[in-house]
């Protein structure tokens, strides 16, 4: 499978798939509708919408260093990458998202980029 060429298209993918178990899940939209995630790669997958910085193809996924949304709430956990510990409940999908966004770790510098990657804060 070809890696998409864009997070918008992944995006799109995940929004007007109607066969996926998140099709009617609110945190998928949350997400979605929340710019700092919008720029992110998103990930369906057991349960849960992964983040990644980067466009990735199955089976080669790039390192998971992102908080993950636990769906099928509320509440939603908001969990840290690798499953390492839950980072906190949210009582309702936007406040899932805003936690992901509030916890997301500092962009990693790319040499010789001039482009700033989506890290924790408000973007909006």
């Not at 709430?73 to 899932?96: D, F, K, N, S």
């Amino acid at each position: 499978m070809e890696p998409a060429t864009s997070a918008d298209d992944v995006w799109r993918a995940l929004m007007e798939d109607t066969q996926g178990w998140w099709v009617d899940d609110p945190v998928f939209r949350a997400a979605y509708e929340h710019p700092t995630l919008r720029a992110l790669f998103p990930m369906a997958t057991h349960g849960t919408i992964k983040f990644f910085r980067t466009a990735w193809s199955w089976p080669d996924t790039p390192a998971h260093d992102l908080p993950l949304i636990a769906c099928g709430g509320p509440p939603y956990q908001v969990i840290a990458a690798g499953y390492e510990r839950i980072i906190g409940l949210a009582a309702t999908a936007e406040e899932a998202a805003e936690l992901v966004v509030e916890n997301l770790p500092p962009a990693p510098v790319i040499p010789g980029s001039t482009c700033e990657m989506p890290s924790g804060g408000d973007q909006r």
